[in-house]
């Protein structure tokens, strides 16, 4: 409660802000979350922290975006996640969309027309990590692995092609195995697991969510295959190393986007894009239990750095 | 008894509050500890099969029943487990472990929840169910219907359930160690309690066993019993009281004691001497004449007896009185005791009659010393009212040797030997001989005496009548005497003068006496019946003197004569002169109760005695019988005649009727007739005749 009022007092700052500065550059940018958790709250802070001294920052829940004038008024809207990217498709305004943190699946089935529809313009940054940044990790990280295991449903099954072109170029080899339902999961994965060096999880929830997860590790330890996650919390619950983006890189990312929109004048935006920064997490336990010896995180992070980023 | 009864209380104040509390803390205390058994295996159950469950997560959601099978075996290695099991979703058993009879878990039941049990005395059974772990994977919560059903996924079924039986047999072997060890540990409590109340209780019971120990004894007479004071506080002073009672009661008894050894003393001393005299009595002789026998046969020894009796004693005791009497055997004992030495007795053996037992004596010595008693006696003047009697003593003599038999039998060898020295003539000494003609005499005597028992007994006395006939004309009726006769074995009769003597001497007269007035009274009852009038016949016995002093022979006698008013006028009493005067008023006194019944007396034997005409004055009678002694020869001896007309004169003179007796001739009737005798009677006038005779007679 008392965050929320601090919020609101920081919003009414900004708003008078806004304001004082109609006459130069500065412009009013609505800022929706898909909720106050802290992941969202931290992404929020990375934009602030870059846009908050030159333009005004209007602050809105998902559910008020539609009555709120001001904020649908504003020069740009950035929506942090799924629910809040919804809300301003609903909102029917036309003013420019950056979301943010949306999984790259639903940005390209659903949302991107979907924002289209109304001739607004609109971006996204994805939450994915582009599958030659991961199958990079996977050749720093453990050399030695040449066959790639993934399990995927049928409603991912259109990445396939990519990722295996991505792997050919790479020099891996990719073992895929569709997962009917989650009763045949362990099946599934047996079936693959025993050919594989590693197994690569794609953030596909019918695949990998919180029940699943614990099945799915520990079939893979008993094949004695590494898994190579996309969230620190993956790493955590037993991933051998993880590849993903912080909601400071994501925060960072949107900000430097909406920036140079607004300073184009003109609002022409981007296309959509992976996440330019990225972090690892190693988990040691993990490791030892396997038997692997991996280089630490920073180490693994700068090379991956120096062999290039091409996104 | 007491002993038991303090202990057994001081016992019971021992066990039963412990008892009591004991009970109720080793109840509490064990229900606690089973309930603590029986928590702990619900507990260590329920924590298994939430560690199994998960555990089994993997094996159950992958259907491996190599991991289940592995995790079952391991948990069946802990203790208690009977069996373990693991059921799928929908219920069907996917791998079990141990012996315990799956059924279908009650998932109905338990549904919702993530654990049940259900429990019997045997075994404990626990579900648990098996639910999908979660772990995150997304580091942002996406947005979206499908992840707002992800986020609640706790509410998802189990996949599966993990069972587990728990056997209670260690729990109950446990629980029963615990109520075991409690019960010992409650025993020996008691039995500590028990050993510490016994003591006390003795503490208490020695001094009370011991105090009641003392009053027992005491009770039973140990009067010189004490209790040990060791006792302090009440013990100590009902130590004390005990003991002083006890020696209070200790000394009254000695005093009593001592009075009651008095007064035995006086009781021995009279009864062994006689209270007049103040000599040894009858008992007290005889004893020690049989000491001296024995100490004859025994040691040899010769010894003598006497007898003494004294003469003219009954005079004196008739003359003057009792008192006189008395006085006279005072005096003469003083005088006696005085010619006695050390070891001598003498003892006054009843009446005027004493013993002498000289031990140690020969039969010269002997002699001289009863000639010393007998000079003493004689030399003795006795002094009453200004009269002078002098007294003299007959003394039997008989020496005590081996061969001169029982006490007894020398008792009365004296005695017969002083009956001779009375009969010798009085105041001398006999020795006593064997074969002595005096002496068989005497044994005669003494003879009639179980002859007269005999014959009362036996129904052998008669009764005869003689006629007592009028000298004078115009007199009527009839006037009889009944005299007395004895029938003996031989079916003989025996006069009166045989045996009479005997029954006087030994106090057979009163029995007599009863005997012939009880008949007497028949007879005329009988004559009466016949219708005869009661003045024409009157019908006259012999009383004793013995009887005449019988005051309940005279009540009999009123008694009789009351019951019968006519009989009196028949009756005629005849007494002696002597019996009469031995006690001159009770005789009178006996002849006026008697007349106002109508009886008669007459005097008997007059003149054979001391025929002291003064005494007709003083008696009331109405016959006079002159004795027979005068009679039989008043045909030939002048002097007889002359007293009998002087008796006949005087007897007249005083208003009496004369009898004649032993008229036996017809020269005597004549002489009487001259005289004027007005009855006479004699076997010339009438011979005796038996009773029956007087009935038919009339």
């Keep these: ?311 | 008894m007491i002993r038991h009864g303090i202990q057994a209380k001081a016992l019971w104040l021992a066990l039963v509050p412990a008892a009591v509390i004991s009970l109720i803390l080793v109840v509490w205390l064990t229900a606690g500890k089973i309930a603590d058994l029986d928590r702990s295996l619900h507990e260590r159950a329920k924590a298994m099969a939430q560690t199994l469950a998960p555990a089994c997560e993997y094996g159950v959601a992958t259907g491996n029943r190599e991991i289940l099978n592995r995790l079952l075996i391991s948990a069946m290695n802990e203790p208690d487990v009977d069996g373990v099991a693991v059921f799928s979703a929908d219920g069907q058993l996917v791998a079990r472990v141990g012996k315990a009879n799956w059924s279908q878990p009650p998932l109905a039941a338990i549904a919702g929840s993530e654990i049940d049990h259900s429990d019997n005395s045997a075994s404990l059974v626990y579900f648990s169910a098996i639910q999908r772990t979660e772990i995150p994977v997304d580091d942002y919560v996406l947005t979206g219907d499908k992840e707002m059903e992800r986020r609640d996924v706790r509410r998802t079924p189990p996949v599966g359930w993990v069972g587990l039986e728990f056997s209670r047999t260690s729990t109950l072997l446990g629980q029963r160690r615990v109520i075991e060890q409690s019960l010992l540990i409650l025993l020996t409590g008691l039995a500590i309690s028990a050993l510490i109340g016994w003591r006390m209780g003795r503490q208490i019971t020695r001094p009370i066993v011991s105090l009641s120990r003392a009053v027992h004894r005491l009770g039973e007479g140990h009067l010189e019993e004490r209790v040990e004071s060791d006792g302090a506080a009440e013990f100590g002073i009902l130590q004390h009281g005990v003991n002083s009672m006890a020696a209070r009661l200790q000394s009254m008894h000695e005093q009593l004691q001592e009075r009651i050894d008095q007064a035995t003393a006086r009781l021995a001393y009279q009864a062994s001497h006689d209270a007049l005299t103040g000599l040894v009595n009858r008992r007290e002789f005889e004893l020690r004449l049989e000491r001296a026998v024995n100490s004859s046969i025994q040691h040899d020894r010769i010894h003598a007896l006497c007898y003494l009796d004294l003469d003219q004693f009954k005079v004196i005791n008739d003359s003057c009185g009792h008192a006189a009497g008395d006085e006279l055997l005072r005096q003469l004992a003083l005088i006696l005791k005085c010619e006695l030495r050390d070891r001598d007795t003498l003892a006054r053996l009843g009446g005027d009659e004493f013993g002498l037992l000289l031990e140690n004596c020969s039969r010269e010595d002997a002699l001289v010393v009863a000639e010393q008693f007998r000079v003493a006696v004689h030399r003795f003047r006795f002094k009453w009212d200004e009269r002078i009697f002098a007294v003299g003593v007959s003394v039997g003599l008989v020496m005590i040797t081996q061969e001169s038999g029982t006490g007894a039998n020398l008792l009365s060898a004296a005695d017969a030997a002083c009956y001779v020295a009375k009969n010798r003539g009085r105041n001398q000494i006999h020795l006593y001989q064997q074969r002595d003609s005096d002496l068989a005499r005497h044994r005669g005597e003494i003879q009639w005496v179980g002859r007269i028992q005999q014959a009362l007994e036996d129904d052998r006395l008669r009764l005869v009548w003689q006629e007592i006939r009028p000298l004078q004309a115009g007199k009527t009726g009839l006037h009889v005497e009944l005299l007395l006769r004895m029938v003996d074995e031989e079916g003989q009769e025996i006069l009166p003068m045989a045996f009479i003597p005997a029954a006087e001497r030994y106090q057979l007269m009163p029995v007599i006496d009863r005997w012939v007035v009880d008949r007497t009274l028949n007879q005329c009852a009988e004559y009466l019946a016949n219708g005869q009038r009661e003045d024409h016949c009157l019908f006259d016995i012999n009383l004793s003197g013995a009887s005449l002093k019988d005051e309940e022979f005279k009540h009999l006698l009123i008694g009789r004569l009351g019951e019968a008013p006519g009989l009196g006028r028949l009756l005629c009493f005849e007494i002696t002169e002597t019996a009469a005067i031995g006690n001159l008023d009770l005789a009178n006194k006996f002849i006026l109760d008697l007349r106002r019944l109508g009886c008669r007396f007459a005097l008997d034997d007059f003149g054979s005695g001391l025929s002291s005409f003064s005494y007709l004055k003083n008696l009331s009678v109405d016959y006079l019988k002159i004795d027979g002694a005068f009679v039989r020869d008043i045909a030939h001896n002048g002097v007889d005649r002359a007293m009998v007309e002087a008796i006949h004169r005087i007897g007249h003179e005083v208003g009496l009727k004369t009898v004649a007796e032993f008229v036996d001739s017809e020269q005597a009737l004549e002489v009487l007739k001259r005289i004027g005798v007005d009855y006479v009677q004699g076997n010339y006038v009438h011979a005796p005749q038996p009773l029956a005779t007087l009935c038919d007679r009339h």
């Design chain 1, 1 to 311: 409660m008392r965050t929320l009022k601090g919020y609101f007092a920081k919003a009414l700052l900004t708003l008078g802000a806004a304001v004082i500065a109609s006459n130069g550059l500065a412009a009013t940018i609505a800022v929706v979350l898909s909720d106050d958790s802290a992941p969202y709250q931290e992404v929020l802070g990375a934009i602030q922290s870059r846009l908050g001294s030159e333009h005004n920052l209007i602050r809105e829940t998902p559910d008020q975006l539609a009555s709120n004038d001001a904020a649908l008024a504003a020069k740009l809207i950035i929506t942090v996640g799924v629910k809040a990217a919804d809300a301003a498709i609903k909102s029917s305004s036309k003013t420019p969309v950056i979301a943010a943190l949306v999984p790259r699946d639903w940005y390209l089935h659903n949302g991107q027309s979907r924002l289209a529809a109304d001739q607004r313009p609109a971006t996204a940054v994805f939450l994915d990590q582009p599958f030659s940044r991961q199958l990079r990790l996977v050749r720093e990280a453990l050399p030695e692995a040449s066959k790639l295991g993934v399990a995927l449903s049928n409603s991912q099954t259109w990445q396939l092609r990519e990722l295996q072109s991505q792997a050919k170029l790479m020099h891996l080899s990719v073992n895929e195995v569709i997962v009917g339902s989650e009763l045949r999961l362990v099946e599934s994965l047996e079936k693959i697991l025993p050919s594989v060096d590693l197994l690569l999880a794609l953030p596909d929830a019918e695949v990998f969510n919180r029940i699943t997860a614990q099945t799915i590790f520990l079939t893979t330890y008993r094949y004695h295959v590494p898994v190579m996650g996309y969230s620190r919390s993956l790493t955590r619950a037993g991933a051998l190393v993880s590849i993903f983006s912080s909601p400071e890189q994501i925060g960072q990312q949107t900000a430097e986007i909406a920036l140079k929109v607004l300073s184009n004048g003109s609002v022409k935006l981007p296309p959509a894009q992976f996440p330019r920064y990225y972090s690892i997490s190693i988990n040691e336990h993990v490791a030892r239990s396997l038997g692997l010896v991996l280089p630490v995180e920073s180490v693994l992070l700068k090379r991956m750095q120096e062999g290039g980023e091409r996104d």
